[in-house]
Structures are given as C-alpha cells and as structure tokens.
Nanobody, 124 residues
Framework: VQLQASGGGLVQAGGSLRLSCAASGRTFSNYVVGWFRQAPGKEREFVAA????????SYADSVKGRFTISRDNAKNTVYLQMNSLKPEDTAVYYC??????????????????WGQGTQVTVSS
C-alpha cells in the first residue's frame, strides 16, 4: 500500500488549497486517514483525521473552522480543504493511515502508513 499526497503549493494569506491523499494497492476501508504537518524546526503536529467507515472526524483546534477533511469512496481519496490560510500554516503536510480508535486520532504513533509530504507555503 502506498499513499500519495498532492496539492501543495504557494498561496497568499487568506487563500485556499486542497490537498489530496490517494491510496494505491488497497482501499482505505477500516482505516483512519489523518493529516499531519511539520514546520521547519518544529515537531510534527496533528491537523485532521477521518475514519473511512463511519466518518468520525477530528480537527486540531488551530484549524477548526478553516480546514475540512472529506473522503471520496469512488476515488479512494481523502481531501483536506484548507481555507483562510495563514502564514503559520506553512509546513510540509503528510497524510497517514492506520487502524485507530477515536482517542488515538491525534497521535502520529498509531499511523502505520505514511505518504510523502507536500509543501504548503503561505505568504503574508
């Protein structure tokens, strides 16, 4: 199984981007798919996650109301719609998948599959 993250880029503050995480080799059934980000000199942090079956969702407080995570069953893809972007959202964004309970969504340690990162840069 491979995860392919895409959609990053350079955007001005207040702008929007949509990241995609596509799985190849198997479906996301029974998995939680999460987005994490890591800025230079900082630890990797949780952004959002969604349970593929059932749709439980969790967001970091810093992105609530601005970011939306969703899934497309037909395309076996998870999206992260990012609106009202701020310079502090600048980071490499990673998607990951794992079999987790809800309380584990925010911890990177439970995710066993990781995609390559995609750079998001928000200019002020």
């Amino acid at each position: 199984v491979q995860l392919q993250a895409s959609g990053g880029g350079l955007v001005q503050a207040g702008g929007s981007l949509r990241l995609s995480c596509a799985a190849s080799g198997r479906t996301f059934s029974n998995y939680v798919v999460g987005w994490f980000r890591q800025a230079p000199g900082k630890e990797r942090e949780f952004v959002a996650a969604i349970r593929w079956s059932g749709g439980s969702i969790s967001y970091a407080d810093s992105v609530k109301g601005r970011f939306t995570i969703s899934r497309d069953n037909a395309k076996n893809t998870v999206y992260l719609q990012m609106n009202s972007l701020k310079p502090e959202d600048t980071a490499v964004y990673y998607c990951a998948a794992g079999r987790l309970i809800y309380s584990e969504f925010v911890s990177s340690s439970g995710y066993r599959l990781w995609g390559q990162g995609t750079q998001v840069t928000v200019s002020s």
